[in-house]
């Protein structure tokens, strides 16, 4: 069965800083999708980013981009000049390609200090 | 955009009672429909995969005749929490997939359903 960690439950970072929030996964499947999504107080999910586990490159969305380490079954987001409005719970998730099932990591909360 | 909508955004009840929750994709066809249910500050929890015209999917643990999926048509999907009670208290959220173009297996997640049994 796939799993997925994300060990800091808590993280802040000073407004206009990067932080880096980590996430591994287990997996025995070749095909697959990771995630990363934003949850705010209002609870909707957000997606940031996405990334195929078949491409090497590392996908980038405007400040966010992500450390793909397939090997070690890694997945860390990068969030570059953090804004106030980053403060939010942020899950990595697995996506299974065949079902599309999403399995969630824990959840670490960010918050942003001004 | 790709919108799901959820309804009713909270409902309070009593013990005892069915409460419905419906799941729907405004702007696009969803083949499949996924419920999670939410903790305060805990992860999503997947509860069922419901495909348009068959039986739901339930992920192991959670009780199908508790929790009655139903994925009628390409836009909706309901559940319902059939009597309920204070333990069935949390946030159901629902998503859709469907064939947009872009990314493959993209979900769009609804906005949730805060559910509250006294």
């Known amino acids: 069965a796939q799993t997925v960690t994300q060990s800091q439950p808590e993280m802040s970072v000073q407004e206009a800083e990067t932080v880096t929030l980590s996430c591994t996964y287990d997996?025995?499947?070749?095909?697959?999708?990771l995630f990363w999504y934003k949850q705010p107080p209002s609870r909707q999910m957000i997606l940031v980013i996405r990334?195929?586990?078949?491409?090497?490159q590392n996908a980038t969305e405007n400040r966010f981009s992500v450390n793909f380490q397939k090997a070690a079954k890694s997945f860390s987001l990068k969030i570059s000049d953090s804004q106030l409005g980053d403060a939010a719970m942020y899950f990595c998730?697995?996506?299974?390609?065949?079902?599309?099932?999403?399995?969630f990591g824990q959840g670490t909360t960010l918050q942003v200090k001004p | 955009g790709a919108v799901v909508s959820q309804h009713p955004s909270r409902v309070i009840c009593k013990s005892g009672t069915s409460v419905k929750i419906e799941c729907r994709s405004l702007d696009f066809q969803a083949t499949t429909m996924f419920w999670y249910r939410q903790f305060p500050k805990q992860s999503l929890m997947l509860m069922a995969t419901s495909n348009e015209g068959s039986k739901a999917t339930y992920e192991q643990g959670v009780e199908k005749d508790k929790f009655l999926i139903n994925h009628a048509s390409l836009t909706l999907s309901t559940l319902t929490v059939t009597s309920a009670h204070p333990e069935d208290s949390s946030f159901y959220i629902c998503?859709?997939?469907?064939?947009?173009?872009?990314?493959?297996?993209?979900?769009?997640f609804g906005p949730g359903t805060r559910l509250t049994v006294l």
């Open positions: 997996t025995s499947e070749s095909d697959y999708y």
């Open positions: 998730a697995y996506g299974a390609s065949n079902t599309g099932k999403l399995i």
């Open positions: 990334q195929e586990a078949y491409k090497q």
């Open positions: 998503s859709a997939e469907g064939e947009r173009g872009g990314w493959d297996n993209e979900q769009f």
